[in-house]
T-cell receptor, first 113, second 113 residues
């Protein structure tokens, strides 16, 4: 069982609010990722990090931002939430090895009204 | 662009039936291949993975997958499914070139007693 946590699990919020989705892992993994997943669709990579102070944008354009100040923590922030941000957000981490198996958190289901 | 295709979007089986879920990818270089499973209400978990060596890999809960390089395929199989196998199954490909994990759209499996 992977030790990767996401809070909140569910969030319903109004348009224009600033939100931060939390992701923490206790495995000491250098690599961390954020994916966005809509129902019935594939996961799309929106952000990733290879270590502290490293952040990169993924393949899917996103208005969210991320930070990596500590190895174990990789929060995602939306400055002004909109209904188009409604989705499930999944956080993952992996070791810095050639196998690169990613371990996923439980996800945050975000609804913006 | 790299892509992963899962041809079966929704599969319905009775217990003890055999299962095969198709997965094809479009990348000619060296890849790592994964099947992830998401049980209802749970997070994504690794089912099995292929990196090198024997193209027939065995995973948890009696699942196996065969990598056929010439067909760019990595189909998932189980000889006899159980009700507890009801879940969503995702195929994913990690290319050495991009170092990014690309997911298929997923296959929803429902097993009836």
């Amino acid at each position: 069982e992977a030790d990767i946590y996401q809070t909140p699990r569910y969030l319903v919020i109004g348009t224009g609010k600033k939100i931060t989705l939390e992701c923490s892992q206790t495995m000491g993994h250098d690599k961390m990722y954020w994916y966005q997943q809509d129902p019935g669709m594939e996961l799309h990579l929106i952000h990733y990090s290879y270590g502290v102070n490293s952040t990169e944008k993924g393949d899917l354009s996103s208005e969210s931002t991320v930070s990596r100040i500590r190895t174990e923590h990789f929060p995602l922030t939306l400055e002004s939430a909109r209904p188009s941000h409604t989705s499930q957000y999944l956080c993952a981490s992996s070791e810095e090895t050639s196998t690169d198996t990613q371990y996923f958190g439980p996800g945050t289901r975000l609804t913006v009204l | 662009a790299q892509s992963v295709s899962q041809h079966n979007h929704h599969v319905i089986l009775s217990e003890a039936a055999s299962l095969e879920l198709g997965c094809n990818y479009s990348y000619g270089g060296t890849v790592n291949l994964f099947w992830y499973v998401q049980y209802p209400g749970q997070h994504l978990q690794l089912l099995l993975k292929y990196f090198s060596g024997d193209p027939l890999v065995k995973g948890i809960k009696g699942f196996e997958a065969e990598f056929i390089k010439s067909k760019f395929s990595f189909n998932l199989r189980k000889p006899s499914v159980q009700w507890s196998d009801t879940a969503e199954y995702f195929c994913a490909v990690l290319s050495y070139n991009t170092d990014k994990l690309i997911f298929g759209t997923g296959t929803r499996l429902q097993v009836f007693p």
